[in-house]
């Protein structure tokens, strides 16, 4: 009898197993680009220098000269609780130290284990202090204690600074991000990567170059990131100083081949792409009917700007400001728009609206499912579906026969209800994280919710963007690429 207890559990043992090893070469594939200005500590190897940062670790090929991706999509640490990083000289180990511990990386599973103590090294690179003369970039000034001034004031010290023993020095500051120095020149090269703050509200996708704002929330640096997602690089726009854009928050972004139009809590401000800075700006004193704008839509000639208190329609060319449709929604917050040839869709907090172009006609949705009955937050046009978000859920609406298909949701929305849509998939915010719909299931429509325990680094969702396979999530802890269309995940 004994030996039979025995061999069911040694059979438990078997099947346990494989099906955790094999789970965690399943996991939900998210890497989040998030404010990395803040360097707590620097390794290399003689391929590749690691950034320990106070948002997680991001990766520098030497060799060819660019940003690999960040490794904030590993799983059993937490990215915000990184204080030191050791790796080998031929790259194959690398180590972190938290404040529970350390813990050592496995290449392959993409995972974190924890160690009781740190191996000794074979290692190329050293610590060093800063040297008494560098020579910073344009803007700033260098101290010999080690920091970087800038015009304003500000200062930013080098919080660890390692010779690589190949003539260069690198450098980790606190509040602009890595550098590196030549060790002849001592000639200081900033290494822009990642967001200038946390928070992301707004995403505009210009053609593969994503432009990203949202809330200051008291950032130390605040503006625009300009992310190149072909290349891996970023620029910061910072805000408050020479370009005419002061230190808001950014809800809406849109763009033509001149300008990039920016709504804030202050107005809309022009960005000149040519000059690099604000061209011009309006308010609710040059004629919008609020300071707080919403939502911004670049139709042709014209720029519709939806506010908290109602929809102006922009036309540069003859410098006017026209209200629109003042009886309708001169109480009502204009959230978003989307476009079809003959009209433009309005979703507003009063419900969602068409307003065709020309005549001026403007039209409510009358939703016979009652899922869009109050607020309309997000509206998403693909092909010939429009596609609408509510408190309740959202609505599938067939541009040619006018068939409506209601999404009922049970969890509520989070800032906004964000929402993105395709052929395959419809993505929506939920209060926990984003709701996944699949649309190209033959007998039914599988939904799959994705959460902090997926890999989201916060619950928090403001904005959502497909961009092919990929989805990517604005929260306040960044911006996470999310591979929707991973042929490994088990759903």
Not at 40 to 59: K, L, P, Q
Not at 167 to 181: D, E, K, R
Request: aromatic share 12%.
């Amino acid at each position: 009898m004994t030996q039979i207890r025995l061999s069911i559990i040694v059979l438990s043992v078997c099947i346990v197993l494989p099906s955790a090893c094999f789970a965690s070469m399943n996991d939900v594939d998210m890497i989040t680009y998030a404010d990395f200005t803040r360097v707590n500590y620097i390794a290399t190897s003689i391929s590749h220098v690691y950034f320990a940062t106070t948002e997680g670790i991001i990766r520098y090929d030497k060799s060819m000269r660019q940003w690999n991706d960040p490794l904030t999509g590993a799983e059993g640490v937490d990215n915000r609780d990184i204080q030191r990083i050791w790796c080998d000289v031929f790259n194959e180990k690398l180590y972190i130290q938290t404040s529970t511990g350390y813990l050592e990386y496995d290449i392959l599973f993409e995972q974190w284990y924890p160690i009781s103590e740190l191996p000794s090294l074979n290692v190329n690179y050293a610590h060093v202090r800063p040297p008494s003369v560098m020579f910073a970039p344009p803007g700033l000034n260098y101290a010999a204690e080690g920091y970087v001034s800038d015009i304003h004031g500000r200062d930013f010290r080098f919080n660890d600074i390692v010779d690589d023993r190949a003539g260069n020095l690198w450098i980790g500051t606190w509040g602009y991000g890595p550098a590196v120095a030549d060790a002849a020149t001592d000639n200081i090269e900033l290494l822009t990567f990642g967001l200038i703050q946390n928070r992301v509200d707004a995403v505009y996708d210009d053609d593969g170059v994503l432009w990203i704002g949202g809330s200051t929330l008291g950032s130390f640096r605040t503006g625009m990131t300009v992310f190149d997602t072909e290349e891996n690089s970023f620029e910061h726009i910072e805000t408050g100083w020479e370009i005419g854009l002061p230190a808001v928050d950014v809800n809406c972004i849109d763009g033509d081949d001149d300008f990039v139009y920016v709504g804030t809590e202050d107005g809309l401000f022009v960005y000149d792409r040519d000059d690099r800075r604000v061209a011009r700006s309006l308010s609710g004193r040059s004629g919008l009917p609020d300071d707080y704008v919403h939502s911004v839509c670049v139709v042709g000639d014209s720029i519709f700007v939806g506010t908290a208190s109602g929809l102006a329609m922009l036309t540069f060319k003859a410098d006017s400001v026209t209200y629109v449709q003042p009886g309708q929604f001169s109480n009502a917050d204009i959230y978003d728009f989307e476009t079809t040839d003959s009209s433009i869709w309005i979703a507003s907090s009063s419900g969602a609206f068409q307003l065709h172009y020309g005549s001026g006609r403007l039209q409510k949705l009358m939703d016979p499912h009652n899922v869009l009955f109050g607020r309309v937050f997000k509206i998403e046009r693909y092909e010939t579906s429009l596609w609408l978000a509510s408190d309740g859920g959202m609505v599938r609406l067939d541009l040619q026969t006018g068939e409506t298909t209601p999404f009922v949701s049970i969890s509520s929305g989070s800032r906004g209800r964000p929402l993105a849509v395709n052929d395959r998939i419809a993505a929506l915010a939920t209060e926990r994280g984003v709701t996944l719909y699949f649309l190209d299931r033959e007998d039914h429509i599988y939904e799959r919710e994705f959460t902090n325990a997926d890999g989201l680094p916060s619950y928090w969702v403001n904005c959502l963007l497909l961009d092919g396979d990929y989805l990517w999530i604005g929260t306040d802890r960044g911006l996470t690429r999310f591979l929707w269309n991973d042929p490994d995940r088990l759903d």
